[in-house]
């Protein structure tokens, strides 16, 4: 009997520390990376007054054989940059705006917009960023946001900040399957990252990082490295619930790689002598976007010198808990970064 209960009893005990396991491992997984606490992100939130224009809702609204008016009326709703004063007295502009207004194409990307970008989730997910983003920058300005459909132009960022106007061009956020991509030459590689969780993410990594990032000129591919490793762990700070691989933009299978075999590709850099190298050859092999890294084989994603760079930048954050995301934005000593970092990813 007294074998029996001494092993029911370590069942019993072995059962509970199965549970807390669990636990810390759920709690872990679940707690924001930034480690704001609810309480300041509330009332952060609270303060926030988020403006959201969707222009091309509102011009695909309009009468068209009315636009003169129309137009007239937007215009006091939009700036003189989307908007010239008096266009709507220029007939040729009129007669171009009607024919984009009827163009089947932009007809298909607007509906579509509609359904994959719809206005109140996409206020709720900005609402929590621009929360964390208030505690951490209390004086900053929240721009107005105007979204739009350009007509898939994929020769200028999909979001960007303009005299304090953030404009998104919604036509790239339409779902990665979405044909039209493929129709004007995107990359599947890239067009992954044409669906709606990379809005947000992009907000913050291709637009608002660069009001609070300090540009120093670049020299070596670790300089390169770190800096685009900066504006991955703003945006993460921004967006801490959000899984790591949507800050980079890898599939699921390709940020596997990246994390099992970064230190692989660390040594390699270190053996190579490359992190202190410069020249364009190395930015378009381990920062440009591209497939895979070539070094690394076709199973690797592209761009792999950025993962590394913001794997060194999180272990720098983690070492120096002191350091505040303000500092990390200013400091340009690249060198103290590196030896502060203690980054030392262990091949396999």
């Not at 007509?151 to 979001?159: F, Q, R």
């Not at 956020?173 to 590689?189: I, K, S």
């Not at 890239?190 to 992009?202: F, G, H, M, S, T």
């Not at 619930?241 to 800050?247: P, T, V």
Request: include cysteine.
């Amino acid at each position: 009997m007294k074998l029996k209960t001494r092993i029911v009893w370590i069942s019993i005990v072995i059962f509970v520390l199965l549970l807390v396991l669990l636990f810390f491992f759920f709690v872990k997984n679940d707690t924001p990376k930034n480690d704001i606490p609810s309480k300041e992100l509330k009332e952060a939130k609270q303060q926030l007054n988020i403006t959201l224009l969707r222009y091309e809702d509102d011009l695909f609204s309009l009468d068209v054989n009315n636009l003169p008016q129309e137009v007239e009326r937007l215009s006091r709703i939009y700036p003189q940059l989307l908007i010239e004063p008096e266009v709507w007295n220029d007939l040729t502009q009129m007669e171009r705006l009607k024919a984009y207004l009827q163009d089947t194409i932009m007809m298909a990307l607007h509906k579509t917009a509609q359904i994959m970008v719809k206005t109140e989730p996409l206020l709720k997910e900005l609402e929590t960023a621009f929360g964390y983003y208030k505690v951490f920058y209390p004086n900053d300005s929240i721009p107005t946001i105007i979204t739009m459909i350009p007509g898939l132009d994929i020769s200028v960022p999909s979001t960007y900040i303009y005299d304090d106007i953030l404009f998104v061009n919604v036509d790239m956020y339409l779902g990665a399957e979405n044909h039209y991509y493929g129709a004007v030459g995107l990359p599947l590689y890239i067009a992954e990252r044409c669906d709606p969780v990379y809005l947000p993410v992009d907000i913050f990594k291709k637009a608002m990082v660069y009001k609070h990032l300090e540009r120093a000129p670049h020299t070596t591919l670790l300089e390169i490295m770190i800096t685009e490793g900066k504006k991955l762990f703003f945006t993460e700070m921004m967006l801490p619930a959000l899984h790591e691989r949507f800050i980079i933009g890898y599939s699921e299978e390709k940020y596997k790689w990246a994390s099992n075999y970064a230190g692989n590709a660390w040594s390699y850099l270190i053996e190579k002598n490359e992190l202190f190298g410069k020249g364009d050859a190395l930015v378009r092999c381990y920062i440009e976007e591209s497939p895979f890294t070539k070094p690394f084989g076709n199973d690797s994603p592209g761009r792999m010198g950025i993962f590394l760079g913001w794997q060194l930048i999180k272990s720098y954050m983690k070492n120096n808990p002191e350091v505040t995301l303000v500092e990390l934005m200013q400091e340009t000593d690249y060198q103290k970064i590196l030896n502060l970092s203690k980054f030392k990813p262990q091949p396999k």
